[in-house]
């Protein structure tokens, strides 16, 4: 795809909306020259703050809502009361055209549900999941679901596998992509029914790459996949573990180099590289989570991100526009037959 | 409990056995100087050995067994035909009161089929779980079950969080614990029916210490809370994964010590910390998880662990032994109601 592209923009959803929104889409704009933004938010809030970034002005458009929807309102709330919210414009800009994808830090629940109802599904695609990068000892993997459906048919799974598939062939560029599907073990009788079936669907479809079978909790990390496949509440939980179990290094590294003279020195020492460590570890890297299986592309950004985190997100829809995902996924889905045995789908 | 006390085990299990059982057992003996070894293994394999370790052997006594359960057997399987396997004669010892508990390195899924059959399960309770311990920010919390259940009901949920509460105060002396249920959100209406049902429970019943609520998977690494209760499915997907990182930022950090020069002079310097880290994130030191709800002691060490791992494991033991944890945990099971009511308990 050549030209410019639109990305729309919700300026009202995080913690720290809607300076980090504006200041993180002034940080994707140096990265990408040809991107206009289309910017959804209250003008009052809005409007000063992008007064006086000029550059960033000049390739935007302000459109001026109403409404917010709050972090703990609910999805179907959020549905029938925010008719005129930040968040449901910015996804409306995607249907109408107006925009290539859009990116929100806002309420999780909220934006699915919106995408949902505005974009709706992909044909054949019976529930959308969330995808993101997952960081390996090879690299970078693409995890899914983590966290739009807490209870997965085996169906669901086949259809999150093939999105991933795409997905990752198209953002990260992996030719072959290896899939696997998270079980309490690799051997062939562990776990349950569901993941049998898709297990045994998942061996027979003609998918590019190949079908690596089950891996563990620890092959993510090791990059034993490229695509990651599990239902959205174990996604959830693990990627959350793994934050939290870095998160937890990280401050034993810290309490270590500050535990004697000698460690304090080594610091000053090591110190440039540890920087490097710092930002390869950086969640912010890997911030931006896709709603995949939409007709249309919705990214959705850590709510508690700041605007190098919200540069990522935009990045990532960036990325999936220029890389023309939709008619990907949408031809890889029609070439496939992905349906589950219905003695299998019960399971 | 005083005077000598005796532990069973399994010379069979494990990837480097018998040799790390024997040398896990005489690091053990040195620790605890009150504590026999019943030791069950092939005598042609195990006795030679034994022979040399003068000072373990005098706490010993060996008992020859033919068989032995490998890895790749099904649980089934090896209940069948195993009738003489080390690890079924170290699980009866327990049974037959000849041993206070015992310990295992051996074939996970065998491991507790057999310690259901032989030892049966403690009253009132219909599934044993697996349980272990997790490094937090704030030291140490309990995490059940680990894989024994992949599918849990509600009341199986209950019945982990009193096992897990009394467990975290015998062995880890947790006066008053919180327990925490895992889910993809800690709001009211996320995750499911089971888990609302488990909650509901858990409000009404009256433990020692409190019931935190619904916790996520950064929480487990946070140390929100002092008992960490799951499925089996999430609990050791979630485990894993969390291996799985803490691996990989170590691997980093390794690249990172050595990615300059003055990264290098400034390893020398924060050597010594660096290893005082490495030993606190030893994966080795939380070795020897337990399974919980049967009528007798059964510990699993990793598979794949060394000696340090599997007297750790012994460590296990030896203190749920001395602190009479399968007394305490009768009583607390006789004393409080764990039913679910029966319209929540479908869920």
């Known amino acids: 795809m050549s030209g410019r592209l639109t990305i729309a923009l919700d300026a009202m959803g995080g913690d720290h909306a809607p300076r980090m929104v504006l200041r993180g889409a002034d940080l994707a704009r140096k990265r990408h020259p040809d991107v206009d933004f289309l910017i959804f938010g209250r003008e009052s809030e809005v409007g000063p703050r992008l007064d006086k970034m000029k550059r960033l002005k000049q390739v935007t458009t302000l459109v001026h809502c109403d409404d917010v929807v709050s972090d703990s309102e609910k ?7 925010s008719r005129d919210a930040s968040m449901r414009r910015a996804v409306e800009a995607v249907r109408d055209g107006r925009a290539g994808a859009c990116v929100s830090a806002g309420n999780t629940g909220a934006l699915m549900a919106m995408s949902k109802l505005v974009l709706k599904m992909l044909p054949g695609i019976e529930r959308p999941a969330i995808a993101s990068f997952f ?5 970078e993997s693409v995890m899914l679901d983590l966290g739009a459906n807490v209870q997965c048919s085996a169906q669901n799974l086949v259809d999150f596998a093939v999105m991933g ?3 990752c062939r198209t953002v990260l560029g992996t030719v072959e992509p290896a899939t696997g599907l998270i079980n309490v073990g690799s051997e062939e009788l562990k776990g349950h029914e569901t993941l049998w079936a898709a297990r045994d669907q998942l061996n027979e479809l003609d998918l590019p790459g190949r079908f690596y079978g089950f891996i563990e909790g620890d092959d993510m990390a090791k990059g034993t996949v490229d695509v990651i496949v599990t239902d959205g509440f174990t996604g959830n939980v693990a990627l959350k573990a793994s934050e939290g179990t870095a998160k937890l290094v990280s401050v034993y590294l810290q309490r270590t180099f500050k535990s004697s003279v000698f460690a304090q020195i080594g610091y000053l020492f090591a110190r440039r590289a540890m920087q490097k460590l710092r930002q390869r570890t950086d969640p912010r890297r890997y911030n931006g989570a896709i709603f995949l299986g939409l007709n ?5 950004s850590h709510g508690g ?21 939709l008619e990907r996924i949408r031809s890889d889905l029609a070439s496939i037959d992905r349906s589950v045995p219905a003695a299998q789908a019960a399971g």
């Not at 249309?296 to 959705?300: A, D, L, N, Q, Y």
């Not at 700041?306 to 023309?324: H, L, P, S, T, Y």
């Open 296 to 300: 249309g592309i919705t990214v959705k």
């Open 75 to 81: 999805p179907s709330a959020a549905l029938r009361g």
């Open 305 to 325: 991100t700041d605007a190098v985190g919200f540069a990522n997100a935009i990045d990532v829809a960036v990325d999936m526009v220029r890389e023309d995902f």
């Open 135 to 139: 960081p390996t000892l090879r690299g």
């Open 165 to 167: 598939n795409v997905f």
